[in-house]
């Protein structure tokens, strides 16, 4: 079987956008190339930030390519004339099921993050130096490994905040990769959630690479009421590193379940869309302790008040 790579190359702020409408069409998911420098020998990788990203999809050659090559196109047009960040002409080429299958593998390599954490990618050697806390991962087509910036500042902040016997949340845990990182450094147990059943797939086949099977409990879901309800402040630390309008969404939740001074990390936040999450925030009783910043993108710490 053939596939057909469609590539474009978008400003970092227009990555959420741009993967969305890609993955509509793309049954197994997009995959985000953000530009890298590797040490001179070739061991550490570090991102590139500010600079322009490519985004793959795979396309299936069964005789529709070309109507969503071109519906995708029209719809990356639209960016364009709405004035978005810079989206670039849209590249397509045809690869064979092999390459296909390895195309991706390409693009993820081991990666460091804060002090201690490196992210390993399962198909890449690596040798861990001095006291190094390294997860393997396989993030398959739909997910990523830490590179992004939010969840690059997700992971620096659960290796700040992660104490022995905790108990956390991780809300749209994706690949795992956060709750991965909460039980290496220590946790007690990590309730881990996500609508998405590949999401599901993914992070428990990768709590089950780490052996991690027994800390990590993975559900497939949303955090409602009636689950904010049942853990009540049960959880000294929460993550959602999600978008800012579906953490405003489900804020009253999010307070309810984090225990009295216990800490909530969230992320995917644009600037421009920080009131979307700060406001329902701030009105659920939590107060702000400390944010971060990669570019437009933050990461922000609250507090629940006694």
């Given at each position: 079987?053939?596939?057909?790579?469609?590539?474009?190359?978008?400003?970092?702020?227009?990555?959420?956008?741009?993967?969305?409408?890609?993955?509509?069409?793309?049954?197994?998911?997009?995959?985000?190339?953000?530009?890298?420098?590797?040490?001179?020998?070739?061991?550490?990788?570090?991102?590139?930030?500010?600079?322009?990203?490519?985004v793959?999809?795979?396309?299936?050659?069964?005789?529709?390519?070309?109507?969503?090559?071109?519906e995708?196109?029209?719809?990356?047009?639209?960016?364009?004339?709405?004035?978005?960040?810079?989206?670039?002409?849209?590249?397509s080429?045809?690869?064979?099921?092999?390459?296909?299958?390895?195309?991706?593998k390409?693009?993820?390599?081991?990666?460091?993050?804060?002090?201690?954490?490196?992210?390993?990618?399962?198909?890449?050697?690596?040798?861990?130096?001095?006291?190094?806390?390294?997860?393997?991962?396989?993030?398959?087509?739909?997910?990523?490994?830490?590179?992004?910036?939010?969840?690059?500042?997700?992971?620096?902040?659960?290796?700040?905040?992660?104490?022995?016997?905790?108990?956390?949340?991780?809300?749209?845990?994706?690949?795992?990769?956060l709750?991965?990182?909460?039980?290496?450094?220590?946790?007690?147990?990590?309730?881990?959630?996500?609508?998405?059943?590949?999401?599901?797939?993914?992070?428990?086949?990768?709590a089950e690479?780490?052996?991690?099977?027994?800390?990590?409990?993975?559900?497939?879901?949303?955090l409602?009421?009636?689950?904010?309800?049942?853990n009540?402040?049960?959880?000294?630390?929460?993550?959602?590193?999600?978008?800012a309008h579906?953490?405003?969404?489900?804020?009253p939740?999010?307070?309810?379940?984090?225990?009295?001074?216990?800490?909530?990390?969230v992320?995917?936040?644009?600037?421009?869309r920080?009131a979307?999450?700060?406001?329902?925030?701030?009105?659920?009783?939590?107060?702000?302790?400390?944010?971060?910043?990669?570019?437009?993108?933050?990461?922000?710490?609250?507090r629940?008040?006694?």
């Amino acid at each position: 079987m053939q596939w057909l790579e469609l590539t474009v190359q978008v400003h970092p702020e227009a990555v959420e956008s741009v993967s969305e409408l890609l993955s509509t069409y793309s049954r197994d998911g997009v995959v985000i190339e953000e530009p890298y420098k590797l040490s001179d020998d070739g061991q550490e990788y570090s991102i590139l930030t500010g600079e322009p990203v490519q985004v793959h999809a795979y396309l299936p050659l069964d005789g529709t390519e070309e109507e969503k090559r071109q519906e995708i196109a029209r719809g990356l047009w639209h960016f364009t004339s709405l004035g978005a960040h810079f989206v670039g002409e849209l590249h397509s080429r045809v690869v064979d099921e092999e390459d296909w299958a390895n195309a991706w593998k390409d693009y993820y390599h081991v990666t460091h993050i804060g002090k201690r954490l490196v992210i390993r990618p399962s198909w890449r050697e690596y040798t861990p130096k001095d006291d190094e806390v390294v997860l393997t991962l396989d993030p398959g087509m739909a997910f990523g490994t830490g590179v992004h910036p939010t969840t690059r500042m997700c992971l620096e902040r659960v290796e700040q905040l992660v104490r022995p016997g905790m108990q956390v949340l991780d809300v749209g845990t994706g690949s795992g990769i956060l709750a991965l990182a909460a039980a290496k450094l220590g946790a007690a147990h990590i309730d881990a959630i996500d609508n998405s059943s590949v999401a599901v797939e993914s992070s428990k086949a990768n709590a089950e690479m780490n052996d991690l099977q027994a800390q990590i409990d993975i559900v497939l879901g949303v955090l409602d009421e009636e689950g904010a309800r049942r853990n009540e402040g049960h959880y000294d630390l929460v993550l959602a590193n999600i978008i800012a309008h579906i953490i405003g969404s489900i804020a009253p939740q999010l307070a309810r379940v984090v225990a009295p001074h216990g800490l909530l990390v969230v992320s995917g936040i644009i600037e421009a869309r920080r009131a979307d999450a700060e406001g329902p925030l701030l009105a659920a009783g939590l107060e702000l302790v400390e944010e971060t910043r990669i570019d437009d993108w933050l990461a922000l710490t609250y507090r629940k008040r006694a």
